[in-house]
């Protein structure tokens, strides 16, 4: 038998996605027992008493703290997973740097393009290996969309589309939480969806390089938000006092690649018959592609002249095989962070970028802030490069 080594995981933030972070941890050696590492759930860090007893109760850390700073400077914590709001990503990840700690951090990386390259040029400097959570990229339809595109299968990429409609805030007594704020979210569906998508079409099709933004908020008020109240689906208080919402509901932008290929991003958070609507489109010179997260383990592929067809992600697409046997059989949300667990805990052990990188998170904040620039001074905005690993150009 190998013996493994077993690796010390620090968790700031026991909200949903700390609690995905942390199930995946756990399914990571299950699905890849060639991992050369085994994730020890060591330390989790809440303000919040509820959040620390379910990450003792629950999900089996073996200390709770409120402080991320403890959490930090733990001589038992190897890794650290960011999973608190965004306001906070920017300190929390500079003191990982600080004390030479990977981390895996959830996007936004930082409030703005300015937080980000802090945080991956940190990294950089450190010598750190690094995660994002840019999980829609691990969907093995989506690894076969890439290798159909970067093969050349599909001729010459001409355009693609980029649709990310969702309904989480379509509520308009739901509360103003954090997400609404500027100082504290940054930007509004910009970053907290459209990133995702800016993300996919550089995954799939390369860097780009310009974009002409537009921007608006639908619901310009909210109700304060009673005690506690912290998610997308938290209501506000009836017939309390209402708040300015100070970030963007719904998000466009026109976009060109280096390739000279060209594209149409979009984004809502309060769409109405929309629930997870994530979607791309690519087209080339030989055929085109389709995929959406509702679907997410099929494939529409036209190659030919007789239209689409649908192509059942299976075995040899991406890490298919690690979860189910054989097409038909479907994969899951949750199976996607799995694999970026794995990748995190493989870039740790080999000391090398596999993961989403902070720069691949850093240069989708270059387009949300040129997107931005763009909705203020109505021209094209062009997207500054960034330094260190990304898997666009890979």
Avoid at 83 to 96: D, G, Q, R, T, V
Avoid at 135 to 144: E, G, M, Q, S, T
Avoid at 362 to 371: F, Q, T
Wanted: glycine share 10%; hydrophobic share 40%.
């Amino acid at each position: 038998m190998v013996t493994k080594k077993h690796i010390g995981v620090g968790l700031v933030s026991v909200g949903w996605m700390g609690r995905l972070h942390s199930r995946a941890y756990l399914e990571a050696h299950r699905h890849y027992p060639d991992l050369p590492l085994v994730a020890d759930l060591t330390v989790a860090a809440d303000p919040d008493a509820g959040g620390r007893e379910h990450a003792a109760d629950v999900l089996g850390y073996r200390e709770t703290v409120s402080d991320y700073r403890e959490l930090i400077a733990h001589p038992d914590v190897d890794v650290v997973s960011i999973c608190s709001p965004n306001f906070l990503h920017h300190e929390i990840a500079l003191a990982a740097i600080a004390a030479g700690k990977p981390f895996w951090i959830e996007k936004p990386m930082g409030r703005g393009a300015g937080e980000s390259r802090e945080i991956a040029q940190g990294a950089l400097d450190a010598g750190l290996v690094t995660s994002v959570g840019f999980n829609y990229r691990h969907a093995p339809a989506i690894a076969h969309a890439r290798r159909l595109v970067r093969d050349g299968a599909l001729g010459t990429i001409t355009n693609v589309r980029v649709a990310l409609l969702a309904d989480y805030s379509a509520d308009p007594d739901g509360a103003l939480t954090w997400r609404f704020s500027r100082d504290r979210a940054g930007s509004g569906v910009l970053g907290d969806l459209l990133s995702h998508g800016a993300d996919l079409a550089q995954y799939i099709v390369g860097r780009i390089s310009s974009v002409s933004g537009l921007t608006e908020t639908f619901i310009r008020s909210r109700p304060l938000p009673s005690a506690g109240a912290a998610s997308h689906f938290s209501k506000g208080a009836d017939d309390g006092p209402r708040g300015d919402v100070e970030n963007e509901d719904y998000a466009a932008i026109l976009a060109r690649f280096d390739s000279g290929a060209v594209a149409v991003l979009e984004s809502s958070r309060v769409a109405i018959g929309p629930r997870a609507e994530y979607r791309i489109e690519v087209y080339g010179t030989k055929g085109s592609l389709r995929w959406d997260f509702q679907r997410l383990n099929e494939l529409q592929l036209a190659d030919d002249a007789s239209g689409y067809r649908t192509v059942m992600a299976g075995p040899d697409y991406g890490d298919f095989a690690r979860f189910q046997p054989g097409a038909g059989t479907g994969m899951g949300f949750d199976d996607l962070k799995t694999i970026e667990a794995s990748l995190f805990l493989r870039s740790v052990a080999e000391g090398r970028q596999l993961a989403p990188s902070a720069s691949d998170a850093w240069s989708a904040a270059e387009i949300v802030d040129a997107a931005l620039r763009s909705t203020a001074s109505g021209a094209w905005e062009s997207v500054p490069e960034v330094t260190g690993p990304t898997t666009y150009d890979a």
